[in-house]
């Protein structure tokens, strides 16, 4: 697989992710959910098994600037999808808040830089996905809004477990972050395996809506890279030795 199909991580990423952070809404329950993530090293690869993870999921066709769009519609149709599980009113809708989860995923199979064209940039196919609590149930006849042609509508899937190497970084930092994966799986002797992943975290701490440039810069995001032991034991490393 060639680099500009294999981590999809380049600077144009970047620009979309701070289109994402500027239109979705701050989840509810933030301060309990920031309070319980580790906090490894920024900038730092480490190994995890990502356990499975139910996901409300759409695809989408055309540029990452579509984030900010497609992840307030996600937000807001499993909000409004709990409350109507939890009962009409303001009881419904706090309900709906403490349960919805705060994290929004993009799943990226195709790296921007790899197209030079408008025309093959708004051909573009990703998939942006909402974590949702295991009780979660999408109420038929529930329609994604209308954001490209083909139309795509929302569905359920379990994003399947993983091992994966891992990177705690920002948005200001993800760009150059991104490309240290090259080198880490060439030195340790693994390949990538699936789409490259993006956790993207909100901060309770301000209103996304209205953040700063410079909030937007330090928003942490987390890019998981599904990886697997090369069959063969070759790796960078021991030939440096």
């Known amino acids: 697989m060639r680099r500009s199909q294999s981590l999809f991580l380049t600077w144009t990423l970047a620009f ?31 190994i995890e098994k990502i356990p499975a993870q139910k996901v409300l999921v759409r695809q989408v066709q055309g540029g990452y600037d579509k984030h ?11 909000t409004r999808a709990l409350g109507a599980g939890a009962g009409t009113g303001a009881a ?4 709906a808040e403490a349960e919805l989860a705060a994290d929004c995923v993009g799943l990226y199979a195709v790296d921007p830089d790899s197209t030079t064209t408008a025309t093959a940039k708004a051909a573009f196919n990703w998939s942006a996905a909402l974590l949702v609590p295991d009780n979660f149930k999408l109420p038929a006849g529930t329609r994604a809004k209308a ?8 569905k359920m899937e379990t994003l399947p477990a ?8 920002t948005i200001g930092r993800a760009p150059t972050d991104g490309l240290k994966f090259f080198s880490w799986m060439a030195d340790n002797g693994y390949v990538q395996v699936g789409p490259t992943r993006m956790v993207y975290f909100t901060d309770p701490k301000f209103d996304l809506l209205r953040a700063t440039a410079q ?6 995001t987390k890019i998981i890279v599904p990886i697997h032991k090369r069959e063969r034991p070759i790796a960078l ?3 440096k030795q």
Not at 25 to 32: F, R, S, V
Not at 68 to 78: M, N, P, R, W, Y
Request: avoid cysteine.
């Open 16 to 46: 979309a992710v701070i289109a994402l952070l500027a239109g979705v809404a701050l989840a509810q329950d933030a301060d309990k959910a920031a309070a319980a993530r580790p906090t490894p090293a920024v900038g730092e690869i480490t």
């Open 68 to 78: 900010q769009e497609v992840f307030s519609d996600l937000k807001g149709t499993a």
């Open 92 to 95: 419904g809708a706090k309900a």
């Open 147 to 154: 954001l490209s042609v083909p139309a795509s509508d929302y």
């Open 162 to 169: 993983i091992e994966a190497a891992v990177m705690y970084s």
């Open 215 to 220: 909030q937007v810069r330090d928003s942490k």
């Open 237 to 239: 490393k021991n030939e």
